[in-house]
């Protein structure tokens, strides 16, 4: 069966500081990966995804960066953290090719103070 | 541009009645729909899903009516439980895409 696991999964980091939230998936391969950010009082909002090795499309401008190094691997990164970085961070996959259905990690609770 | 809404941020209902969860949409070019529902501080999950050639599907106590006509779908739970207390998240996608497009999620409060 497949599975998916983000970590870590609570961060308080300061301003400034860099991030780094990985998320692996298992039981299958060329999966597409997402990166979705949940906000205080907002809903979920798409921040990367990836359909391949090295394949990043990013959904919206921001202090974030996602990288893809190996086929079940998916890096959300930011060299400087911003206040408004604080969210809940989410990691999904979906067969490839596929418009159904999203699985989603554990999610990882980011803090900037 | 938000194309996919949901305009109630939260909602709460008695055991045992019926919840109704409403969504809207813009894009003509959606023709699958799902709801997710989300406990705090865990990933959502799957709960049901619709194609654009129906306007109805059931699972057990839950059930999505879709009008297309209208861009709107809706989920019903009855009868509703405690446990269903969460927040309900109502996506969408369209045929040859790559991702869904989540509304801002209805808060569901059922009271014992």
């Known amino acids: 069966s497949q599975t998916i696991h983000q970590w870590p999964a609570t961060l308080v980091q300061p301003v400034g500081s860099p991030l780094s939230l990985e998320c692996t998936v298992e039981?299958?391969?060329?999966?597409?990966l997402y990166w979705y950010r949940q906000a205080a009082g907002r809903g979920l909002q798409l921040l990367f995804y990836?359909?391949?090795?090295?394949?990043i499309s990013s959904e919206v401008p921001q202090n974030l960066s996602a990288s893809r190094p190996q086929d079940r691997q998916f890096i959300l990164s930011s060299k400087k953290l911003l206040l408004s970085d604080s969210g809940f961070y989410l990691c999904?996959?979906?067969?490839?090719?596929?418009?159904?259905?999203?699985?989603f990690g554990e999610g990882s609770r980011l803090t900037v103070l | 541009d938000q194309q996919v809404k949901q305009n109630s941020p939260s909602l709460s209902v008695q055991e045992g009645r019926i919840s109704i969860l409403n969504c809207d949409y813009t894009?003509?070019?959606?023709?699958?729909f799902l709801w997710y529902k989300k406990y705090p501080a865990e990933g959502p999950t799957f709960l049901i899903s619709?194609?654009?050639?129906?306007d109805k599907n059931e699972d057990g106590r839950f059930t999505v009516f879709l009008n297309k006509s209208a861009k709107h779908l809706s989920l019903h739970i009855v009868p509703s439980q405690p446990g269903d207390s969460a927040v309900y998240f109502c996506?969408?996608?369209?045929?040859?895409?790559?991702?869904?497009?989540f509304g801002t999620g209805t808060r569901l409060a059922v009271r014992p």
């Open positions: 894009n003509s070019m959606f023709d699958y």
């Open positions: 996506a969408a996608s369209a045929t040859g895409g790559d991702k869904l497009t």
């Open positions: 999904a996959w979906s067969r490839s090719r596929n418009t159904g259905e999203l699985f």
């Open positions: 039981g299958t391969s060329n999966p597409n």
């Open positions: 990836s359909v391949g090795i090295g394949q």
């Open positions: 619709i194609s654009s050639i129906k």
